[in-house]
């Protein structure tokens, strides 16, 4: 049970869980029916030889479960990871908003969060180039409240009518089923070359954040535009944030590729381990707020989900925080069977008119009908709110409730008018009275149409660094699509984001940028009008650069759970090693011993040390600094083993911070044509408090030009 949990509030869901779970300790083998079995392992046959019986219930039984194990994954964000916790307030917005969430400061509101990737099946990737899904599940009191958002605050379609069509685009193609969780492919790059509005949330995918370094370090969205309702019943816009305590950090794509194969896992299992040895994930919720009356004081529209507001224009008013501190105890039943509906609001939330959001109201609770199998789907143990459910809502599949009484209809008498409706003061649930005096048109706001100066100032606000990352993204991507016409059109349209930028992935292309297009685009972005009215507008500069869309002003003052491979071989110096094993675990980091082989090795002093891995069933990308210590014996070891030099080049070239004790410094022979001493996060024999510092500043970036020639 959690440890934590000091308000009852808390436990309620893992109280409701547990009256589901069913511990097999000391408990025989029963079937569905109760009935104790004796022999699992042989169907019952006529003869020892002979055939298998149709009479044999206990092997019809066992087949016939297997045989429908599998229910069809996710359209969308199939591959994802999930934990339980909690989150707390930490003032009251009662000014903006009327929820219990929002003006209870003694409550603990259980929360489940679920993280995932977009584009691949459910066995895929970690590691894809993608958005990543963060859909968070309040069980408040007043009823659950879904915030189903992901790691970047804009989408890439403005009309819920287009999802289809973007997902079909990213998707393997569907002749030959290439490539999987991948969107460097042609319909991809067809489809949003022909779709400029998809250009901003692009950006984002191609910049450092569509590759996190862990989902404990990526921000979370909201992405719409919601309104906050109070007791009066006036309305706020609200955008919503989460920002995580360690801050947002990412890999290179190099890292990605190869630990893709050396950990396909690498999120899940960060997530789970860092739950499961008690650092808990932590985010503080922000919000945006808007006042009614300032809708239109922006250069772009509220209601469009490719815009953000930058920071700059309403700050981020932090108010609470959400902390992850238990793992699921069966991925199927929870991970799997969570069904988040963005529709799932509560008093003092409510929607905008968003079309992006109009449609996902309908599409969630639609899609899990095909996923579970059945509209009770709520009734599912992770899916039950922790509010108490009485309607009129009866029978179907899988009805797991035993509805009592004679009446099943409002209004009654027989049932003594039960159940009741709830007034308004008493937390019955009102929607936002807002006025609309409306043609009914198929068409969108003219306000929607700048696609190119958000994903401009997302360009100008990245630090050198990030902006190499975003080239080298759109030049791997374009490099695999193979009609020339598509990367034209692209080359063109990121020319209109940032010339520059177009002419360096033009550049690696073998490519020049086109002056014009062809036919089809201008239609479809709206330059033939009779084929679109919907036509994107030049770009404006209405800020210079967001400071916070960089993760170069991010956290970076501490090594939380932060992976330190200690490469050794017996002999290693055990006076260099705890010097530094020791600062390390003092805040917070993790010391992982990589040796020649498993088992235990022994220092200097004859002491022996477990083996974290052995260095054939490990990688250099799946850590986050490298410390070699000294030692004669073990050193030569080390440099006998070419995987051992391998790995520090690597370290090396992904501009991670190493440190080297006397001996050890001999496993830098193959840097000697880079300039180690004047590197900021390279140590010989320093202080590891240096070493700590440099493993906080995540990478350093400074080191890029050189690491480039680094072949590995
Ligand atoms: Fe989703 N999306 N989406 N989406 N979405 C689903 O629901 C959909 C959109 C997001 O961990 C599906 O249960 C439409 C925006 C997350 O279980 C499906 C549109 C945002 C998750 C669906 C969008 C998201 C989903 C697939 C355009 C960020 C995973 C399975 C109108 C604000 C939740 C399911 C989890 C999942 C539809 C656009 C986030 C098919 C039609 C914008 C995090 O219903």
Not at 91 to 106: L, N, V, W
Not at 198 to 216: E, F, K
Not at 271 to 283: C, F, H, K, M, R
Not at 424 to 437: L, N, R
């Amino acid at each position: 049970m959690d440890k934590d949990v000091k308000n009852p509030n808390d436990s309620e869901k893992s109280k409701q869980l547990e009256n589901y779970e069913i511990d097999y300790t000391d408990k025989p083998l029963t079937t569905r029916q109760g009935l104790k079995v004796n022999d699992t392992n042989n169907s019952l046959k006529a003869g020892e030889r002979g055939p298998t019986l149709l009479e044999d219930f206990l092997l019809r039984e066992k087949i016939h479960n297997f045989d429908h194990e599998r229910i069809p994954e996710r359209i969308v964000h199939a591959r994802g990871s999930a934990a339980h916790g909690y989150f707390e307030l930490y003032k009251s917005i009662e000014q903006y908003s009327k929820a219990g969430i929002f003006t209870d400061t003694s409550r603990k509101t259980p929360v489940f969060t679920r993280f995932s990737t977009v584009a691949g099946s459910k066995g895929s990737t970690d590691l894809a180039r993608d958005v990543r899904g963060f859909a968070v599940k309040f069980y408040t009191e007043e009823g659950n409240w879904d915030l189903v958002g992901n790691n970047m605050p804009v989408f890439f379609i403005q009309d819920a009518m287009k999802f289809p069509d973007l997902i079909h685009s990213v998707k393997p193609e569907p002749h030959r089923e290439i490539p999987q969780a991948a969107s460097a492919h042609d319909t991809f790059y067809d489809f949003v070359s022909l779709t400029t509005e998809t250009m901003h949330n692009h950006i984002w995918v191609m910049s450092d954040r569509g590759l996190p370094r862990s989902y404990r370090m990526m921000e979370g969205f909201g992405i719409h535009t919601f309104r906050l309702i109070n007791k009066e019943g006036k309305a706020h816009f609200v955008k919503f944030h989460w920002k995580p305590k360690l801050g947002v950090h990412s890999v290179t794509w190099d890292e990605a590729v190869k630990i893709s194969g050396a950990d396909s896992d690498f999120h899940r299992r960060d997530l789970w381990n860092a739950i499961d040895t008690g650092s808990y994930p932590e985010w503080e919720l922000g919000i945006q707020v808007v006042a009614e009356e300032d809708e239109h004081k922006f250069d772009f529209d509220l209601l469009d989900a490719t815009k953000l507001i930058p920071e700059e224009m309403v700050p981020v008013e932090i108010i609470g925080k959400m902390v992850l501190n238990r793992n699921p105890e069966n991925f199927f039943a929870e991970t799997e069977q969570v069904a988040f509906l963005p529709g799932n609001i509560v008093p003092g939330i409510d929607f905008t008119n968003d079309p992006l959001l109009q449609g996902r109201l309908f599409s969630y609770r639609d899609t899990q009908l095909s996923r579970l199998g059945s509209h009770n789907f709520h009734q599912i143990p992770i899916n039950r709110p922790v509010a108490p459910v009485y309607n009129n809502q009866r029978d179907g599949h899988m009805q797991m409730e035993i509805h009592k009484g004679r009446t099943a209809y409002f209004p009654n008498t027989i049932g003594g008018g039960c159940p009741y409706l709830s007034k308004v003061e008493d937390g019955g649930f009102e929607s936002y009275q807002e006025k609309i005096d409306a043609h009914k048109i198929r068409n969108r706001s003219e306000s929607f149409a700048d696609h190119f100066s958000q994903p401009a100032l997302f360009y100008r606000s990245l630090a050198p660094w990030e902006k190499e990352h975003v080239i080298s993204a759109y030049s791997f991507e374009l490099g695999k699509c193979e009609i020339q016409a598509i990367k034209s059109r692209m080359l063109y349209i990121i020319s209109k984001i940032d010339k520059d930028m177009a002419a360096k992935v033009a550049d690696n292309l073998g490519m020049d940028i086109p002056d014009t297009v062809e036919k089809p685009l201008n239609q479809a972005i709206g330059a033939d009008a009779e084929v679109s009215k919907h036509q994107p507008k030049e770009k404006k500069v209405y800020l210079e650069a967001s400071k916070k869309l960089s993760q170069d002003h991010t956290v970076f003052d501490t090594i939380e759970t932060r992976q330190v491979a200690v490469l050794v071989a017996d002999g290693f110096s055990m006076s260099d090693f705890e010097k530094v094993e020791k600062t390390v675990k003092d805040q917070g980091g993790l010391i992982k011993i990589i040796a020649p082989h498993g088992g235990t090795v022994t220092c200097d002093q004859n002491m022996e040390h477990e083996v974290n891995a052995a260095i054939m069933t490990t990688e250099s990308v799946l850590f986050d600094a490298v410390f070699i210590p000294g030692g004669k014996k073990s050193v030569e070891t080390l440099l006998s083993k070419a995987k051992f030099s391998k790995f520090v080049k690597e370290a090396y070239k992904h501009c991670k911070a190493i440190a080297v004790a006397n001996e050890g410094e001999q496993l830098l022979a193959d840097l000697k044509e880079q300039d180690v001493s004047k590197d900021k996060a390279i140590f010989i024999n320093k202080d590891s408090e240096a070493f700590c510092k440099a493993i906080a500043q995540h990478r350093n970036w400074d080191r890029m030009p050189s690491a480039e020639k680094i072949a590995v």
